[in-house]
């Protein structure tokens, strides 16, 4: 209970700042529109609650957001081209592909970097400087490119994704790796063991942990990679599509709730993944 | 074994001895051979006498590797796909590079090279290698210049096209990303600073300062452009928004790193709340809010770049990508690409140098690696 007030006492908090919010950013434009249906003098809560129901708002209120989220996902047919949860779906498998692909791509890299030293020094800097390049910026014209090439729908935006969440990997598991002490390698060679049971036995246990804490970084930005990289290609839809289409079509309601889709299921992400790192390391026997 | 190598490297010789001396064979049974490229193949074949005779210097790997590049860049055909004994020599000139990594790397590790000046000739090589391929293989193959234009197309496109380049860089990087940059980075410093004195808010704002720096804040970009306008001040609005939660989450981890020890002796010193923020928990929390500058200097680019896509004055480097793209200027796509690629590394850099002169005291920093 005394995690939860705090943390219940900002968003209620935030909720009525957001409501006060609306009230004055929608302003201008309900007293315009209260001018032109001769409506003097409105009582305050008559005009808030005017402010809270417009259909194109400057800023919509929490509810109008939740019942269109409601009336996107529940209300439709899956199939429905206006389908938040078709969207949703169709960003999800591209964020979970790049995922897998990006954290795959991820070990084999740092396994390579710590077993060999030429590997290190002439992977690791680029490995670095690969991620000051602003490659969000740059995605929609990458799924332009590959588009050209034949390779469209799914799998460019997968690669975006797994070249966002490859790095957190690498850098994750190469310290992972190295984390086993000089004593404990001495162990596994009084042992005799070859360098694949270490790798197994001594390694790999050992750096599970730094996994799990780089793929919760990992899909949260395959995710935001997903969204940028639909930006291009409007018929294909996804979450970043509606964000599009909407910015198009001053739809800020349709915005505002892809927005919180997306928010949605990174936190579902991110939550599954903290779930399956508590469970391997319950049966590793790591304490929390 | 004779020739002093592992098996890596054996493996390796083999590979760029034999494909050099299939590259003189094709040379030779082929009518348009270039003189200077066939010599180049032949120095490389010549370094399979390793087995035979004796441990040849890994420089000598390292001269074969440049020798065969730079002949192949300067022997390929325009226009047409090249002879196919030219991919032998590729494939050798990379076998080369690679084997000449490993040793060096070998070399610097047993001490017998200066650990300095050639530790950065190893990944210097890799970019290298790795750009004399894309030239290879974008010329060699004769890919459309639409798909993936070669580097040489892309840097004579970047000196003809500087004037628009360097507007591009003003809008974006001048006007948006550094005012919205320092906007954030401070206020999420100074709200950090504020939420500190009271225990409640900082357990009510740190899971969702952490749970925001998770989500797509990049989805606002649209929101913004529509609040702020298409010119400058959409941009530094999602900058800031991008900026502020990592800031936040670091700065308060940051303030907490001062050990009580540390904080009972400025009690001892009878110094009040300013002194022991200015004078230790600052200063303390210096690596976290470092670690956040350095996070959010990529990510002030990103957002800049990103919400133009979403509506611009016809200036600045995501309307130049995003243009670029459906007029097929591919080569100025990529040359704005090399220019963010160039200002985001320097941003970056520019930061972690400032962090080994302020943090100099750090672990991190006193072993010499940033």
């Not at chain 1, 850098?171 to 694949?196: F, H």
């Not at chain 2, 090279?113 to 090589?125: S, T, Y």
Request: charged fraction near 10%; include cysteine.
């Amino acid at each position: 209970m005394n995690r939860v007030l705090p943390i219940l006492t900002i968003l209620v908090a935030i909720l009525a700042f957001w409501y006060a919010a609306a009230i004055w950013m929608n302003a201008p434009w309900q007293n315009i529109l209260n001018g032109r249906a001769n409506l003097e003098n409105v009582p305050f809560l008559e005009f808030a609650q005017q402010t809270w129901a417009q259909d194109k708002p400057v800023l919509p209120a929490p509810h109008q957001v939740f019942s269109e989220i409601w009336n996107a996902t529940m209300g439709l047919e899956f199939t429905s081209r206006r389908s938040l949860a078709l969207h949703a779906w169709i960003t999800l498998s591209a964020t979970l592909l790049g995922f897998v692909l990006g954290t795959g791509l991820g070990v084999v890299l740092a396994v390579a970097i710590v077993h060999n030293d030429a590997a290190d020094r002439s992977l690791m800097p680029w490995i670095i400087a690969s991620q000051t390049i602003p490659i969000l910026a740059i995605a929609p014209m990458v799924v332009v490119g590959l588009g050209a090439i034949g390779l469209t729908g799914l799998v460019p935006k997968a690669l975006i994704s797994m070249y966002l969440s490859f790095f957190p990997v690498v850098v994750g598991m190469v310290k992972g790796l190295r984390s086993p002490e000089a004593i404990q390698l001495d162990l596994m060679r009084t042992y005799d063991a070859n360098p694949w049971q270490v790798f197994w036995k001594l390694r790999w246990p050992a750096a599970l942990p730094m996994l799990f804490a780089s793929m919760k970084v990992g899909i949260a930005i395959s995710l935001i990679g997903a969204v940028v990289a639909e930006l291009s290609n409007a018929a294909g839809g996804g979450l970043g599509v509606r964000l599009l289409t909407g910015s198009y079509n001053g739809q800020t309601i349709q915005i505002w709730a892809a927005l919180f889709i997306a928010a949605g299921l990174a936190a579902v992400l991110v939550a599954i993944v903290g779930a399956a790192e508590r469970m391997v390391n319950a049966r590793n026997g790591v304490r929390a | 074994m004779k020739s002093g190598l592992t098996l890596l490297q054996a493996v390796l010789a083999v590979v760029a001895g034999g494909t050099a001396l299939f590259g003189l064979v094709g040379a030779a049974i082929s009518a348009d051979a270039e003189l200077l490229l066939t010599l180049a193949f032949g120095f490389g074949a010549l370094t399979l006498a390793r087995f035979v005779w004796r441990p040849i210097s890994f420089w000598l790997d390292g001269v074969a590797a440049a020798l065969i590049a730079l002949t192949l860049v300067w022997a390929l055909p325009r226009g047409t796909v090249m002879p196919g004994h030219y991919w032998f020599g590729m494939v050798s000139a990379w076998a080369f590079a690679w084997l000449f990594v490993d040793q060096l790397s070998a070399a610097i590790r047993k001490g017998t090279v200066p650990r300095q000046a050639m530790g950065l000739l190893i990944p210097a090589v890799f970019g290298v290698s790795l750009l004399v391929m894309w030239e290879i293989v974008t010329r060699g193959a004769n890919v459309p210049p639409v798909l993936l234009p070669a580097p040489s197309a892309i840097g004579a496109q970047l000196a003809n096209s500087a004037p628009i380049l360097w507007a591009d860089f003003v809008q974006t990087f001048v006007k948006s990303v550094i005012p919205g940059y320092i906007i954030g980075c401070l206020a999420g410093l100074v709200v950090a600073i504020a939420v500190d004195r009271s225990p409640f808010l900082k357990a009510g704002l740190l899971p969702i300062g952490n749970f925001m720096s998770a989500l797509p804040i990049i989805g606002i970009a649209p929101i913004m452009v529509m609040w702020f306008g298409f010119d400058w001040q959409s941009k530094a609005a999602v900058v800031v928004a991008m900026t502020f939660f990592p800031m936040l989450v670091n700065t308060v981890a940051g303030l907490n790193a001062a050990s009580s020890i540390e904080r009972d002796l400025m009690r001892t010193y009878a110094a009040n709340y300013w002194q022991t923020l200015l004078k230790l928990r600052l200063p303390a929390a210096g690596p976290f809010i470092f670690n956040a500058l350095k996070i959010n200097s990529t990510l002030a680019l990103i957002g800049a770049i990103v919400a133009e896509f979403f509506g611009t004055p016809v200036v600045g480097m995501g309307f130049r990508i995003s243009t670029g793209v459906g007029r097929l200027a591919i080569d100025l796509v990529w040359a704005e690409i090399a220019v963010a690629a160039v200002a985001g590394s320097a941003f970056y850099g520019v930061i972690a140098l400032i962090e080994r002169g302020v943090t100099f005291w750090h672990p991190s920093v006193r072993g010499g690696r940033a």
